[in-house]
């Protein structure tokens, strides 16, 4: 079931989620809709909150990014990805973020039409649980490593817009009160604060 996908203003984006237990209610129906809403915005990760949900969940699916490379490159925004990847997780803690910082144009299915340039260090290492509450800890670099920085923000209720300059926040003001107040026009299913 494709689920709403909150918009900018919802007062859910600005929460910190909280950890979840395996006895979690319907939780694999949960990812199943959660993939299909993902999918259907054309993401590559979606977290809980977007959904309305302030549980520390978010998927990544970067394995869709690797016919794109070619597009997606310009000036110091270089596009990186080696290997995509496809995961669920579940509780996440980043331990530790290395590497040279980069700079990459983000969007976010609950900003639509908004993209901000965020420098993000290249790689970390995170600590969470899967689907099936397994254990991992991990090392994710380049496009892997800047979507889960992006989920991971959104549980912390960090948003793309508080990485942005006051020059930048300035610029697209209108466009975010808009999304904010439903005058929005995107193909997938939104859920607004004020409508
Ligand atoms: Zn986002």
């Known amino acids: 079931m494709i689920l709403p996908i909150v918009a900018y203003g919802h007062p859910v984006l600005k929460k910190v989620a909280q950890p979840i237990t395996a006895d979690y209610p319907g939780l694999k129906q949960l990812i199943d809709n959660m993939w299909e809403t993902m999918y259907n915005g054309n993401g590559v990760g979606l977290a809980a909150p977007q959904i309305g ?40 803690e980043i331990l530790e973020e290395t590497g040279e910082p980069w700079t990459y144009e983000e969007g976010c299915l609950s900003i639509p039409d908004v993209r901000v340039k965020i420098s993000r260090h290249e790689t970390l290492r995170i600590k969470y649980v899967d689907e099936q509450f397994q254990e991992h800890t991990e090392t994710f670099s380049e496009m892997n490593a800047r979507i889960i920085q992006h989920e991971y923000d959104h549980l912390q209720g960090i948003l793309l817009t508080d990485h942005m300059t006051p020059l930048k926040r300035s610029l697209v003001k209108k466009k975010l009160d808009n999304i904010a107040s439903g005058k929005v026009g995107v193909r997938y299913k939104m859920k607004f604060a004020q409508r």
């Open 53 to 92: 949900l302030d549980i520390r969940m978010f998927m990544v699916d970067s394995e869709q990014l690797m016919d794109d490379e070619e597009e997606e490159s310009e000036g110091d925004s270089k596009f990186r990805l080696t290997k995509g990847i496809r995961r669920v997780f579940i509780n996440p």
